[in-house]
T-cell receptor, first 117, second 116 residues
Framework: NAGVTQTPKFRVLKTGQSMTLLCAQD?????MYWYRQDPGMGLRLIHY???????AKGEVPDGYNVSRLKKQNFLLGLESAAPSQTSVYFC????????????????FGQGTRLTVV | SQQGEEDPQALSIQEGENATMNCSYK?????LQWYRQNSGRGLVHLIL?????REKHSGRLRVTLDTSKKSSSLLITASRAADTASYFC????????????????FGQGTILTVHP
């Protein structure tokens, strides 16, 4: 099983450019998450999705958009990249077990290192 | 703001010693989870403790949860150099149908270094 796969793994953008990060999971999980990780800040939740076609804002959603058109994919978009968005981005997914996601663990991708210059 | 905050931010010990990390959180939770992150890698789930549990063990890991103090601790016994990593607590809260249901928020992490 591939688990959670993020593409690309590395990317350098110029300020103002746009890009989309792709997260794909093959575990049939309902819940998916996008986090960013910065030194000394831990992981901060950007957006998350509780199912196909649904998205919700996390702690730091500004400057990002997401879409969950297919259950297995969760896309994170940067419309106009800024240097403040230089970070490592992680995607995660959780299963909805017997109608509840409450007591389930998250599975993480390997991360996307994004630099905005 | 972060839901969970770990303490200490960094911990350096010798192989064979025990390592204790603490996590404090602010709001009510359904469970608290601990994750490990090796340098340059994604997070890996270690252990989950439910809000109605006080202590849980898994191999060399021992987790405690005190909901009255809104705190948890992770103890790694007989540490090894391979335990060197960052450790994060994560809280899962919210009621079904509520606005925060399904959210999973992380703390800032503790960097553990185990010297051979």
């Amino acid at each position: 099983n591939a688990g959670v796969t993020q593409t690309p793994k590395f990317r350098v953008l110029k300020t103002g450019q746009s890009m989309t990060l792709l997260c794909a999971q093959d575990m049939n999980h309902e819940y998916m998450y996008w986090y960013r990780q910065d030194p000394g800040m831990g992981l901060r939740l950007i957006h998350y999705s509780v199912g196909e076609g649904t998205t919700a804002k996390g702690e730091v959603p500004d400057g990002y958009n997401v879409s969950r058109l297919k259950k297995q994919n969760f896309l994170l978009g940067l419309e106009s990249a800024a240097p403040s968005q230089t970070s490592v981005y992680f995607c995660a997914s959780r299963v909805n077990y017997r109608g509840s996601v409450v007591n389930t663990e998250a599975f993480f991708g390997q991360g996307t290192r994004l630099t905005v210059v | 703001s972060q839901q969970g905050e770990e303490d200490p931010q960094a911990l350096s010990i010798q192989e064979g010693e025990n390592a204790t990390m603490n996590c404090s959180y602010k709001t009510s939770i359904n469970n608290l989870q601990w994750y490990r992150q090796n340098s340059g890698r994604g997070l890996v789930h270690l252990i989950l403790i439910r809000s109605n549990e006080r202590e849980k063990h898994s191999g060399r890991l021992r987790v405690t949860l005190d909901t009255s103090k809104k705190s948890s601790s992770l103890l790694i016994t007989a540490s090894r150099a391979a335990d060197t990593a960052s450790y994060f607590c994560a809280t899962a809260g919210g009621n079904a149908g509520g606005t925060s249901y399904g959210k999973l928020t992380f703390g800032q992490g503790t960097i553990l270094t185990v010297h051979p």
